[in-house]
């Protein structure tokens, strides 16, 4: 994984800044310029919670945005994080330019699959005085916390209190069975098996003489089946003769209303018939009449284009009125060309208005800002160190400036106002003639439209004539036309109140053959049900004798269902008590075989706490010391390279993970190592725990030459540039080192 372009927006003090990171990068500046920003703006794209950089906004903006491209294994990451002032952050993270993650916690988890949070903040990233701190707190208690923690060896210690939990829930399982177990009387399992033995000596026989009365029993159902069968078809006979005999009265009632109805419905279609012949006396009246409203159509129609002839006066009035109208337009062309140039004087004296206003704004704001500078900043315009002399000068400049802005305002402004005034003049007369020659167009339109409609008009009223005399009009008054129509409206809406009682004749003809049909077949369903009727016979004494015959084979029956029922009972009994004998002897072999999982259990879970999790044996142990043995291979690998003094042959680890250094004199710890060497051990073990522990071989270091003097500066910088050449290396610094040569370097200057 490789670093490859950083982009701030409103970061800090950075309102826009590009930095490629491709080379690695040496960040230089004075104090307060924004170095270390540009280091917690990559720490913010992997941080899980963007609350704590709040601070970061640029002061006066609502927002800041960081964008971080990088690789990894052939594959380009961009990562675009923004926070807001008023609002949630936002994140969006693409891989080869297809989105994949679009919030912020879904980023988040993506980008912990290439750089884990915590290895970036606690190796990778170094801040201010953070070289040597990881060194210092191994030889402080609590150290081996720390360096276990990056390890990932401090997981077990919560699998080491789990299974001490779990062995303590194990043990109070156990003793609970084992006092349970206690309770149950000895000889349990014994006495159990002698009572089922008689009980089920017991059930047998009352099973034996069930199967007797079974057979009794059902010989006496099968009587009363049989007996209840004629039963049954007697019972069927005397419902059929009931069921005939209500359909009979039914019947004879229904067909006396038919024929009361059949015979008002033929009284109804005589009516009918009268009316059919009063409808067509009407009809002919009807036909004689029709005429007169195609009459009235036309008379009304020849009245009508009769008014609408248009006055001729009129016409040659509006003839001189369009004359007068075109004399008015001949210099409208004049007017046009002259309107032109007038409007582009005024625009160009606006433009030049404009840019005179501009140039007195900004001389204004310069002047402005002059007077809110103090001694301390450097002159805007040469930027040279101000003095007060100086800056009694720029503002006399300036207020100079502002007068000579202000004289040629004024002097355009009057200008301006003397050619808007002839170009409104010009506009106003051209406007005047638009409008006459609009309406000259217009009355022309009009007057051309108005005599061919006459023509049009009097050539209608002819051919309306004509229809007239076709249609049989014979120079009637309209009131008698009128009087015709009404005359006509009058049969018609009879004729049509006929029509509707006439529809009705053919309702009730078919109504009458359907209540005839119907009535026929009442009366043959009424014969059919009487012939049913006398063929079926049903004798009341004989349907007694059969039911007494029947109840009295019921009653043996009730009284061996009886028998049968008590020897159920008893066998229920029986076979609760030996569920509940069987219930409480699966209950203890239940609890047996409970109390002895948990016993091997807790026996499993006491070995794993003390053998398997405990802190100094086990797997912890075997973890520790695999660890501890490529670290001490790495480290003392690392510093003989940075450090290089023959004298040193090796670095190792005591149990507690205090570092001792092997020389040609023996051991010693590291608080007899100079200052220097001391930064060259920290910078060794941290390049050693990224090779171990971390994706990506990369170093992000805030001012990592503050505490050293001149000659460890040196020194770490030609460690760091054998870091930058296998790796990539970030770095911030004030401080020039000679030896330090990073590839790039970025120069922070100017507040």
Known sequence: MRLLNLELENWACHERLDVDLSAGLQIEGRNGVGKSSILEAIRFVFAKDARRYKGKIKNGKKAATVRLEFGRDETSYRVEKSMHLNKSSTASLTMNGNLVADNPTSVYNSLQDCLDERIFDRLLYVPQGGLTELVDRLSLKGGRQELDSLLGLDKFDLVYDGVGREFIERKARYESYHEEFRRYPEGLEESSEKEMRVLNLEMDRINRRGEDERKRLNELSGGIQKLDHDIEDMQKTREKREELNERMNELRVKIGGQESEISGLKKDLEQIDEKRKKTAVLLDKEKNLEKYERIRELLSELKSNEDRLVDRKGIEKDRDKLENLRETLVKKREIR???????????????????????????????????????????????RPLTEKHLAIEKKVARDEVRKAYIEIKAVEKELEKDSKTWKELEKRFELMKKNGI????????????????????????????????????????????????????????????GKEIEKGEVYEKGLRGIEKENTGLKSELKKAEEEFTGLEFNSDTFNSIQKERNSLNDDRYKLKGEMERGGFRIKEIEGKVDEIDKVMRNFAGLKDRMGKAGREMN???????????????????YRELYMKRLSNLLTYYFREINQNPRYREVMFDKDYRILIRSNEGEFEIDQLSGGERVQLALALRISLIELLSPVRMMVLDEPFGSLDKEHREILGEALNKIASDGQLILVTHIHVESLNLPKKLELGGY
Do not use: W
Request: hydrophobic content about 30%; charged content about 40%.
């Open 337 to 383: 060309e002259r309107l032109g140039g007038s409007e582009e004087r005024v625009m160009t004296l606006e433009r030049a208005l404009a840019a005179c206003r501009q140039r007195g704004k900004e001389i204004g704001d310069y002047l402005k800002g002059l007077e809110g500078l103090d001694m301390a900043a450097k002159c805007p315009r040469c930027g």
């Open 439 to 498: 309406e000259a167009e217009c009355l022309e339109k009009d007057l051309s439209s108005r005599e061919r409609e006459n023509r049009e008009i009097l050539d209608r009223i002819d051919k309306l004539k004509r229809k007239l005399e076709d249609s049989g009009y014979s120079g009637e008054s309209q009131s008698a036309v009128e009087s015709r129509i009404a005359e006509l409206n009058s049969i018609r809406g009879e004729i049509k109140a006929l």
């Open 604 to 622: 499993l879970f006491k070995e794993a706490r003390d053998e398997v999790f405990h802190p100094n044996k086990g797997i912890r142990r075997y």
